[in-house]
């Protein structure tokens, strides 16, 4: 009866152990596969310049039929433009309540460079690019085209991941200019001509308050982000298994996992930007 009793106590901690090790050993090969994606980019941008070509086109317009309605950047710009309607109405009540309805141009200025367009984009980002990034290459995995690829000779990593990581970089620039400019425009509309704000008084602090830093760390803070949901979803995609279902598997934990980087990125990110300033600056 001993002897059970230990082997019992034995088996439980083994399984108590076994999920943690399982999930560091994940990570492991997560933190190994982004460093040999990265340090493959000199290679890639010299070796695959008419696959990374198309991929620059394929990332900012998308294929098939979402090319028709502009893909990916359109897409990312009407979400930013409904995601400033929601901030502008939100906003302009809470301040109505204080009797300070005057500062919804001081809230656009602050809060969408900072926040809500870097967390929205990055979001829109994991949903349409990063998944269609998993369900690509999850379907070359079980169908064996990464491994005809290395057959061949051609080192699957630089040609499918690291071509994707930097047609990121290349085009989330002006998708990301595009959802700033949808996030401004749909709170100005909100409040201007749906609550009837002065447009001057809108126009007057939004001025005064919108910083050009602000904009260049919003941009900083999208680069980073695509890095990380790209990153993660090419992971997945590229070491799916288990056939058609598998990955779906893949493009479902893939755009969990990078919509929960997103928040922790913008949050790092914003930490690092803006935890040392005490006080607002006004711009003039």
Not at 137 to 161: K, N, Q, W
Request: proline share 2%; with cysteine; aromatic share 10%.
């Amino acid at each position: 009866m001993a002897q059970m009793g230990a082997r019992s106590v034995a088996e439980s901690a083994k399984r108590l152990l076994t999920g943690p090790l399982r999930l560091l050993d994940d990570l492991g090969r997560q933190a190994e596969f982004y460093g040999r994606s990265i340090a493959w980019t000199p290679k890639a941008v010299k070796s695959y310049k008419t696959e990374q070509v198309r991929l620059i086109a394929e990332v900012g317009m998308s294929s098939g039929a979402l090319a028709v309605i502009g893909g990916s950047s359109v897409i990312t710009l009407f979400i930013t433009l409904f995601a400033g309607v929601t901030g502008g109405v939100q906003t302009f009540d809470a301040l109505q309540n204080l009797q300070l309805e005057a500062l919804g141009g001081f809230a656009s200025a602050i809060i969408n460079p900072r926040l809500l367009t870097p967390i929205v984009a990055g979001a829109a980002l994991a949903a349409t690019v990063g998944s269609g990034f998993t369900a690509q290459l999850g379907a070359m995995r079980v169908s064996e085209e990464i491994d005809a690829l290395e057959v061949i000779g051609v080192r699957s990593l630089p040609y499918l991941v690291t071509t994707r990581l930097v047609a990121g970089m290349i085009t989330i620039i002006p998708i990301f200019a595009m959802a700033m400019c949808g996030a401004w425009i749909g709170w100005k509309l909100t409040q201007v001509n749906f609550f009837g704000l002065s447009e001057g008084t809108y126009d007057h602090y939004m001025d005064t308050f919108m910083q050009w830093q602000d904009v260049l760390y919003s941009f900083a803070q999208a680069v980073g982000i695509a890095v990380v949901v790209i990153l993660i979803h090419t992971y997945y995609g590229y070491t799916a298994s288990g056939g058609p279902a598998g990955v779906g598997r893949a493009v479902g934990k893939a755009v969990r996992t990078s919509l929960i980087a997103v928040l922790a990125v913008e949050l790092a990110i914003s930490m690092a930007l803006y935890a040392d300033s005490d006080a607002f600056r006004i711009s003039g």
